[in-house]
C-alpha cells in the first residue's frame, strides 16, 4: 500500500493543450519531488519542495510548472509540451529532515503521451 | 561527474539466487539506497546502506564498500514476483539522490 497517490495515471495529450498532474500524500511528510523518468534511463530530479517552499529546480523547461498549495499535495501544471517530454511522471514525499539522509516514497506514476 | 552504474538487466532462475552489482562514483557519499519497481508501479524502498557491510532483510541482503563505491543486492530463494526492476541511488554530499538506470531482473520457471 503506497501513502503517496498520482492522478490521473494515464493522460494524452497534445502538444497545444494544458493539464495538470496531481500527486497526495497521506504521510505526513514535509518535502515532496517530482521526477522524470524515461526508459532505461535514470530518475531525472525536476522539482522539489520543502515544506512548501520551492528548494530544487533543476533547469527543468518552463512549459513544466510547479505548484504547492500545502505539505500534502503538490501539481505538475504542463503546457505546450513536447512529445520527447512523453514519460512516466513520478511524485515522491520524504520527511525534509535538512543535512540528513531521507528515505523518498513514491507515488505509482502518471504515464504521460504527448502527441 | 557523478555516475551509477548497473547492469541493465539479468536473468535468474525460479528458487536461485542473484547478485545486482551497483557502482558509483559521486560528489560525497551520505549513503545508498536500493528500491524494486514493478512494471507499471511505484519504486518500493528496499534498504539503505550508509557503513561498510552485509545489511539482511529477509530474502534480500545490501552490501556496501564505500572505499570500493560498489554495492550489490542479493535476493535468494527467488520467487515469480521478484520479476522487477532494481534501482541503485547514492546520496551525495548535497543530500540529492542520484540515481542509476535500473536493472531488469527477469526470473524464468
Known amino acids: 500500500e503506497t501513502g503517496v497517490t498520482q492522478t490521473p495515471r494515464h493522460l494524452v495529450m497534445g502538444m497545444t493543450n494544458k493539464k495538470s498532474l496531481k500527486c497526495e500524500q497521506h504521510?505526513?511528510?514535509?518535502?515532496m519531488y517530482w521526477y522524470k523518468q524515461s526508459a532505461k534511463k535514470p530518475l531525472e530530479l525536476m522539482f522539489v519542495?520543502?515544506?512548501?517552499?520551492?528548494?530544487e529546480n533543476n533547469s527543468v523547461p518552463s512549459r513544466f510548472s510547479p505548484e504547492c498549495p500545502n505539505s500534502s499535495h503538490l501539481f505538475l501544471h504542463l503546457h505546450t509540451l513536447q512529445p520527447e517530454d512523453s514519460a512516466l511522471y513520478l511524485c515522491?514525499?520524504?520527511?525534509?529532515?535538512?543535512?540528513?539522509?531521507?528515505?523518498?516514497?513514491f507515488g505509482p506514476g502518471t504515464r504521460l503521451t504527448v502527441l | 561527474g557523478q555516475n551509477i552504474d548497473q547492469p541493465t538487466e539479468m536473468t535468474a532462475t525460479e528458487g536461485a539466487i542473484v547478485q545486482i552489482n551497483c557502482t558509483y562514483q559521486?560528489?560525497?557519499?551520505?549513503?545508498l539506497f536500493w528500491y524494486q519497481q514493478h512494471a507499471g508501479e511505484a519504486p518500493t524502498f528496499l534498504s539503505y546502506?550508509?557503513l561498510d557491510g552485509l545489511e539482511e532483510k529477509g530474502r534480500f541482503s545490501s552490501f556496501l564498500s564505500r572505499s570500493k563505491g560498489y554495492s550489490y543486492l542479493l535476493l535468494k530463494e527467488l520467487q515469480m514476483k521478484d520479476s522487477a526492476s532494481y534501482l541503485c541511488?547514492?546520496?551525495?554530499?548535497?543530500?540529492?539522490?542520484?540515481w542509476g538506470a535500473g536493472t531488469k531482473l527477469i526470473i524464468k520457471p
Open positions: 546502506n550508509v
Open positions: 519542495y520543502n515544506f512548501k517552499e520551492q528548494t
Open positions: 559521486t560528489s560525497g557519499f551520505n549513503g
Open positions: 515522491a514525499s520524504s520527511q525534509g529532515t535538512s543535512g540528513s539522509p531521507d528515505t523518498q516514497y
Open positions: 504521510l505526513g511528510h514535509n518535502a
Open positions: 541511488a547514492v546520496m551525495d554530499s548535497n543530500y540529492q539522490l542520484i
